[in-house]
C-alpha cells in the first residue's frame, strides 16, 4: 500500500518552530556546516546527483540552475525564496514555513555558499503576514548562533497579485515595482535581481537540500521516480473525504492520492474529475488516474504537477461553471503586459460564459480551443501560457459536459 | 503616527514601497494620495510609478475604505465548500455589498483568491486574520470582535 514520506515536512509537528535548539536536536544545521566543508563544485554536484527538481512549478534541476549562478561573475548575488504561494487550493509551503522554518533558512544558506552570496530574500505573500514574526525570529536565532555567517536574509512581502509568484515578476516585486514579468533571456541566474545573479528557489525545493546533503544524493535519486525523485507534498480540497495534506513519494499514483490517501470522494458520491497544480491544472477524469504524480509523468498526459494542489470533483459538480470562474480568475490576474494574455484570458472568460449560460455552440468550443492554443505558445509568461488548460482539457475530457450546455 | 513618518522608516529599504505601503495601510487602511504622492518623493520614483505600484496589488487601495477589511475567499476550494452562502450572509449582517464599505467606517467587504488555508474551508480574513470553517451562524461572533 503506498504509505507517506516525509522529508520536508520531517519536523512538522514534531518540534517548536520557533525553538532552535529543538531544530539542531534533530541534526539541524549540520548540512550547512558539511556544505560549507566541501568543495563549491562538489557540492553541486551532490545536488545536481540528487536529480532534485523545482518544487514551484516549473521543475527545473536545481543544482543545474545553481552551477549557472556560481560562474556568473558579479560583486553581488542574490539568493531568494519564492513563498509566494498564490497557486489556489496550495498551502504547503505554509505548512513547511509554519512548522519549520529553519529547514528553509539552512537550505538557504546552503545555496548562498555554493554560489557565493552574502544576501538573501524570502519573498512572503501578503496574505501570509503573519508568518513574518516566524521568520524573522527564525532568522535571528540562526545569525545568532553563528550559522549564518555572513549571508544576510531578509523577508519581503508581496500584496496581492498571483503573477508575482512568477520569478522575474516576483524580482520586480522586490526592487519594489508593479509585478510584471520581464522578457527572457536574460534568466535570472544571469541578470535577476537588481540585474545581479539571482537563485530564485520554492519553499519546498529548498527544504530538501538539508536532507540531501545528510543522507546523500544517491539516496534521494532512489526515491519515487527517477526523473523526478523525492517527494511531494499535496493539498488535498473540493469533494474528497480528508480535505488535508500528506508528502508522498512521487511514484505515488492520482488515484492512490484521491483514494488512499484521501480516503475517496465526499457523501458517497462518485469521482467525476480532479484538477492537479493549481487554478491552471488540466482537469483529470477518472481513467487516467493512474498517472504518477511525478513532473514528466503528468506532463505525458497533458496536465501538469504545478504546486500539487489537488481539486477533486464529484458527479454533481457542474464542470463548464467551474471552469468560467477560473477564467475569470485569469483575466483578474492577467497583468496586462502582453496582449495574447490580456485579450486572450477575456475572450476565453466571454466565451466561457456563453456557453455556461446554455448561447454557446460547438462553433464557441472550437474557437476556445484555437483561441487557447494560440495563448499557449504566445504568451509571455506562464500565466497566459497555462490559463487554457482548464477550458481545453475539459473540453477534450468531458465533451458531455459542454454539450449538455449547448443552445 | 503620519504616513510621513511610517514612509520615512521604509526609506533606506531597497525597493521598499510595497512594505511601506502595508505600514501605511496597518495604520489607515487604505492609501491616501498624498501618501503616494509622498512615497514618489521620498523613494525618488516617478509619482506614476508609485501610483502604478499602489494599484497593481489587489491588497492596496487608494479608495477610502472601512478600518477592518473582511475578505471572503471565492477560490473553487472554498467556493464549493459553501462560500457563496456566507457571503450572502455577510451581506446582510453588514448591510452592504462586496466592494463597499459600512456607513459607520467600520467594515470594508471585499473577495479575494485563495488564502492559502485550505485545510478548513470557507475561509475569510479579518485584518489578514484568518479564519476557519466559517458558517453563517459563525459571523456575528467573528465582526464583534472588531466592533
Ligand atoms: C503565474 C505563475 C505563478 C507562479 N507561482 C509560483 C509560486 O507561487 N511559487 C513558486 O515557487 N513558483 C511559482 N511559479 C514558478 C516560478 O516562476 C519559478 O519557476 C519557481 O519559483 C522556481 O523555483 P523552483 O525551481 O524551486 O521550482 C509561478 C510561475 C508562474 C508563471
Ligand atoms: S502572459 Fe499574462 S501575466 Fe504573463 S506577462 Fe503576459 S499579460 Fe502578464
Ligand atoms: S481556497 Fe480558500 S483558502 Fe484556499
Known amino acids: ?37 566541501m568543495d563549491k563544485k562538489a557540492l553541486m554536484d551532490e545536488v545536481k546527483k540528487s536529480n532534485l527538481r523545482g518544487r514551484g512549478g516549473a521543475g527545473f534541476n536545481c543544482g543545474m540552475k545553481w552551477s549557472f549562478a556560481a560562474s ?3 560583486d553581488q548575488k542574490y539568493v531568494v525564496c519564492n513563498a509566494d504561494e498564490g497557486e489556489p487550493g496550495t498551502y504547503k509551503d505554509r505548512l513547511i514555513m509554519e512548522g519549520d522554518p ?50 544576510d ?27 510584471e514579468p520581464r522578457f527572457k533571456p536574460p534568466y535570472p541566474p544571469n541578470e535577476g535581481l537588481w540585474s545581479k545573479p539571482t537563485i530564485v528557489n520554492n519553499v519546498e525545493t529548498y527544504a530538501n537540500i538539508p536532507v540531501i546533503l545528510e543522507k546523500g544524493a544517491d539516496w534521494y535519486a532512489g526515491i519515487g521516480v527517477a526523473s523526478y525523485p523525492g517527494t511531494k507534498v499535496l493539498t488535498l480540497t473540493g469533494d474528497v473525504v480528508n480535505r488535508t495534506f500528506f508528502e508522498v513519494p512521487t511514484d505515488t499514483t492520482i488515484r492512490d492520492v484521491v483514494f488512499t490517501f484521501g480516503g475517496g470522494v465526499r457523501d458517497g458520491k462518485r469521482f467525476k474529475a480532479v484538477q492537479i ?30 504546486s500539487g494542489a489537488t481539486f477533486v470533483m464529484d458527479e454533481t459538480r457542474d464542470i463548464v461553471d467551474v471552469v468560467t470562474r477560473i477564467m475569470k480568475f485569469f483575466e483578474h490576474e492577467s497583468c496586462g503586459k502582453c496582449t495574447p494574455c490580456r485579450e486572450g484570458t477575456a475572450r476565453m472568460h466571454e466565451l466561457m460564459e456563453k456557453i455556461n449560460e446554455g448561447q454557446g455552440s460547438d462553433k464557441d468550443t472550437a474557437l476556445l480551443n484555437k483561441l487557447g492554443n494560440v495563448m499557449t505558445y504566445s504568451c509571455l509568461c506562464g500565466l497566459g501560457q497555462a490559463s487554457p488548460a482548464p477550458a481545453l482539457t475539459t473540453i477534450k475530457h468531458f465533451a458531455a459536459d459542454y454539450q449538455a450546455k449547448m443552445k | 503616527m503620519s504616513y ?48 502604478g505600484v499602489a494599484t497593481f496589488y489587489s491588497m492596496f487601495s487608494v479608495k477610502a475604505r472601512g478600518k477592518n477589511i473582511i475578505r471572503l475567499c471565492e477560490s473553487a476550494p472554498c ?6 452562502e456566507v457571503l450572502a450572509a455577510l451581506e446582510k449582517e453588514l448591510g452592504i455589498k462586496v466592494g463597499e464599505s459600512t456607513a459607520d467606517g467600520k467594515f470594508a467587504l471585499e473577495l ?27 459571523l456575528t461572533g467573528i465582526l464583534a470582535e472588531y466592533k
Not at chain 1, 500500500?1 to 539541524?28: C, F, H, S, T, W
Not at chain 1, 552574502?118 to 496574505?127: A, F, N, P, W
Not at chain 1, 531578509?154 to 515595482?177: D, F, H, N, P
Open chain 1, 1 to 37: 500500500m503506498a504509505e507517506e514520506m516525509r522529508i520536508v515536512l520531517r519536523n512538522y509537528g514534531k518540534i517548536d518552530p520557533l525553538k532552535i535548539d529543538d531544530y539542531i536536536a534533530q541534526g539541524g544545521y549540520k548540512s550547512l556546516e558539511k556544505a560549507r566543508s
Open chain 1, 72 to 74: 556568473a561573475q558579479a
Open chain 1, 102 to 151: 529553519h529547514t528553509l533558512i539552512e537550505g538557504m544558506a546552503v545555496c548562498a555558499y555554493a554560489i557565493g552570496a552574502t544576501k538573501g530574500y524570502i519573498y512572503l505573500r501578503g496574505e501570509y503576514l503573519f508568518l513574518v514574526e516566524t521568520l524573522e525570529t527564525a532568522i535571528a536565532q540562526a545569525k545568532e548562533k553563528g550559522f549564518l555567517k555572513d549571508f
Open chain 1, 153 to 179: 536574509l531578509e523577508v519581503r512581502s508581496g500584496a496581492g497579485a498571483y503573477v508575482c509568484g512568477e520569478e522575474t515578476a516576483l524580482i520586480e516585486s522586490i526592487e519594489g515595482k508593479r509585478g
Open chain 1, 277 to 306: 497544480g493549481g487554478t491552471s491544472g488540466a482537469f483529470i477524469p477518472e481513467s487516467l488516474l493512474d498517472t504518477r504524480v511525478a513532473f514528466d509523468d503528468m506532463n505525458a498526459i497533458g496536465a501538469t504537477l504545478g
Open chain 2, 4 to 51: 510621513k513618518e511610517i514612509i520615512a522608516k521604509y526609506a533606506d529599504k531597497p525597493g521598499g514601497i510595497i512594505e511601506a505601503y502595508h505600514a501605511i495601510q496597518r495604520e489607515m487602511s487604505y492609501l491616501p494620495i498624498e501618501a503616494v504622492g509622498e512615497t514618489a518623493e521620498v523613494f525618488k520614483v516617478p509619482v506614476s510609478q508609485a501610483y
Open chain 2, 79 to 84: 467556493h464549493v465548500a459553501g462560500a457563496e
Open chain 2, 112 to 138: 479575494s483568491e485563495c488564502v492559502g488555508q485550505c485545510q478548513a474551508t470557507p475561509v475569510l480574513t479579518v485584518n489578514g486574520k484568518p479564519y476557519f470553517e466559517v458558517s453563517p451562524a459563525k
